[in-house]
């Protein structure tokens, strides 16, 4: 017979030993009281822990000797076992015990932020590696969960995977990360499984593998979980993981779009504007921009624009074009702030303002656009919306011919040929049209042989 008492009414009574189950009922309160382990089934240092609190009661946090006796006596032939109550007790001083006794008294997310602090603690004031004050936390994690008849759960454990991933108040960690959505995943939880196709397709945390990722991503889609679904789409899309099929992407695209999921409803228009997939549908293509965009999604929102600009899909209406790429330009899109640049320049849906078309082009050559910094290079060339300055001219032209735009490059190639911005040089400027006929602009060939001649004819005077 073992004696038990009551954690709740703190009752004692008597229980046979040879009964089976992990868990006695009190029988004055009918409170359920986990059992201690039995040896052969002690295997970490949690499952000690718990074994020691439930057999010697809770108050042998305080009596840490005690408690590190019984530990050791219960894992004696498991000396790796040994090592880790070791290193528990060497950090866990009597200070320590006293709130890791706090973490059993209340609830489970009390104790996972009692424990946390203790980590921290472990860590900064102890020196101890954060590996290894990670894997003791965990430790008494366990035995918490125990000692409560608590088993982690899928959202739990996708919370633990998430603050791995993202870095929360810890350092990030793939691996560890992807063993915990793994751990989701095979409870069936529908978010963990995208997040754990998300990893193999990006191979963080495990070695990089589209097919997988497709396979995890086909699960949570299956559940109705609209994010997996668009992702899927994509794979559908793109041949990515699975057999490239435009109208399962499309299929997909429906049904996480159905369900709200603006990139979903995004692509889904895509797939009607370029008939990808569906038959080809100016109208639906607006339709569903239109509830992307209404989400905010700014690429959404400026090919609605271009619908509205062009009457695709819609009744023409310039206002309403420059409406929707102002609300993506807001955002900080560049391809808004360009289409607005554009708008203002041109006078399209608002009052013509060579100054604040200056200003969005700037912001969005700021962001590495590249039509931009072209147009911004002319909007200093001739002085349009700002001063005339040929030396920031020739930095836009530069910018946007860096990314091999072959406007940029026929830009510099004038400024050189000219001497605008900088030392006139016939054979840079040949350089630079060169460049920009390979790509296929023939207005830069005519120029690239009058260079090549006065350089010819400079070399000839010398």
């Known amino acids: 017979m ?7 009414c703190r009752n004692e009574w008597y229980v046979d030993e040879s009964l089976s189950g992990s868990v006695c009922t009190c029988p004055f ?45 219960t894992v004696c032939d498991m000396p790796e076992l040994k090592k880790e109550i070791r290193l528990f007790f060497k950090f866990f001083s009597q200070d320590y015990l006293s709130r890791y006794k706090e973490a059993f008294s209340g609830d489970i997310a009390q104790a996972s932020a009692v424990l946390s602090r203790i980590e921290y603690y472990l860590v900064e004031d102890e020196a101890l590696d954060k590996g290894r004050a990670r894997q003791m936390i965990e430790g008494c994690m366990e035995a ?12 739990e454990l996708f919370a633990l995977g998430k603050r791995y991933y993202d870095g929360t108040d810890t350092e990030k960690d793939y691996a560890r990360a992807v063993e915990y959505f793994q751990k989701a995943a095979d409870q069936g939880l529908a978010k963990a ?34 994010v997996a679904q668009y992702n899927l789409g994509l794979c559908y899309e793109k ?12 299929q997909w695209y429906k049904k996480a779009a159905d369900q709200g999921d603006p990139a979903a409803q995004y692509n889904l228009g ?23 965009a209404d989400q905010g999604d700014p690429a959404a ?15 023409q209406d310039f206002e309403k074009a420059a409406q929707w790429y102002k609300k993506a330009a807001d955002q900080g899109y560049a391809g808004g702030q360009r289409k607005l640049g554009y708008c203002y320049m041109n006078a399209t849906g608002v009052t013509q303002d060579f100054e604040k078309a200056a200003q969005w082009f700037q912001k969005a050559a700021d962001q590495e656009d590249v039509c931009s910094q072209f147009v911004l290079g002319i909007c200093y060339m001739d002085g349009i919306g700002v001063t005339q300055d040929f030396e920031k001219a020739v930095q836009w032209f530069q910018k946007a011919a860096d990314q091999k735009d072959m406007f940029g490059q026929y830009g510099l190639g004038l400024c050189y040929m000219d001497g605008k911005g900088v030392t006139q040089d016939f054979e840079k400027a040949a350089q630079w049209f060169q460049k920009a006929a390979d790509q296929g602009y023939e207005d830069a060939r005519p120029l690239l042989e009058d260079c090549r001649r006065k350089t010819e004819a400079a070399k000839t005077k010398k």
């Open 239 to 250: 041949g990515t993981g699975v057999i490239q099929d435009f109208e399962k992407a499309a």
């Open 2 to 8: 073992k004696k038990f008492t009551c954690r709740s």
């Open 301 to 315: 929102q400026i090919n609605l624009g271009l619908c509205y600009e062009k009457g695709t899909g819609v009744i």
């Open 193 to 226: 499984q995208n997040n754990l196709g998300l990893c193999y397709k990006k191979g963080t945390g495990v070695i990089q593998d589209f097919e997988k990722a497709a396979q995890w991503y086909k699960k949570a889609a299956d559940q109705g979980y609209p």
């Open 144 to 155: 918490v969960r125990y000692y409560k008849g608590i088993s982690e759960t899928a959202e």
């Open 29 to 73: 309160c009918r409170a359920e009281i986990p059992r201690p382990l039995e040896p052969e089934n002690i295997d970490t240092l949690g499952k000690a822990i718990y074994s020691a609190v439930s057999a010697l009661d809770l108050d042998i946090l305080s009596q840490a000797a005690r408690m590190k006796g019984y530990l050791m006596d």
């Open 270 to 292: 895509l797939c009607y504007k370029k008939g990808t997939g569906v038959i080809q549908d100016f109208e639906k293509a607006a339709q569903w921009y239109k509830k992307a």
